[in-house]
């Protein structure tokens, strides 16, 4: 079951995807115009779902948010919810008062959200609802279709964070601060590679935003900032033909030898070396 909407005026696009036998995305190729965020429900078994050429083990009952730029496939599509749409339909930055989740459930890597009883329940009415509203075209029908929308991201936002944050020790002001440096090293990682940077643009020291962090996960803003660079460098190896010159200078670095150098560290292989592992599978 394939159920979309459109916007003609402004190109915003919704759509929801339910046992969809080839449903995958390929950033870098066929699906490199389509700019769609996703929200993926594993409503069946154990299985596994590759991102960006690595595989994750995504369990029962389980939610995923991916972002537009990720390249993803599942070992069973066909047990899969997903929601598609992109920021024409609904900008989760400009609105982020409304949901208070870009930076976070969009943009922090792969955060699997586990789903209750009680939460699967929850996701099921509302999964009913959105059915009925995508097969139901009148003049409020986009209006519905982006309540919902907006209610879903709150609910897994919520769930997301009851399971990965501690409250008492990151209060919203707190996790504000993260959630905006995750953006902003989203935005500048491909020019800007240090912490000083970051940290003026939110009028905060580097310790600052290091005890921050310390609370909030086991990496460092540094390290947020070089996994960022890491990941955009595996994927136009995997992806492009692009040179490993060509993508020093994508990625902010003067020499290519440097670049090479910072590569092997975190990944053990040079970049023409991980370009043919991947290949070579």
Known sequence: MKLEVKDPKTGGMLMLLRSEQDFDRKYYGRDRDNKYFTIAWNYGDEQVITVDGTSHAFMPHTILPLMFNQSFSFERATDI?????????????????????AGFLFGTGNLFVRLDEEAREKLQRLLHIFVDELKTADHIQN????????????????????????????????????????????????????????????NKSPKTLS????????????????????????????????????ITYDLGF????????????????????FRNSREAV
């Open 81 to 101: 919810v997903a929601w598609q749409f992109n920021r024409e339909f609904y900008c989760i930055v400009d609105h982020d008062a409304e949901v208070s989740c």
């Open 143 to 202: 209006d519905m279709l982006l309540m919902l929308l907006k209610r879903l991201i709150i609910v897994v936002t919520r769930l997301a964070r009851s399971e990965h944050i501690p409250d008492n020790k990151l209060p919203e002001d707190r996790f504000n601060i993260i959630r905006k440096f995750n953006l902003l090293v989203e935005a500048d990682f491909r020019t800007e590679h240090s912490v000083a940077y970051y940290a003026r643009q939110l």
């Open 211 to 246: 005890n921050l962090f310390a609370l909030y996960n086991d990496k460092s803003p540094l390290q947020v900032i070089q996994d960022r660079i890491i990941l955009e460098a595996k994927r136009l190896l995997m992806y492009t033909d692009k040179s490993a010159k060509q």
């Open 254 to 273: 003067e020499d290519s030898a440097y670049f090479s150098n910072f590569f092997k560290r975190h990944t053990s292989l040079s970049p023409l070396e």
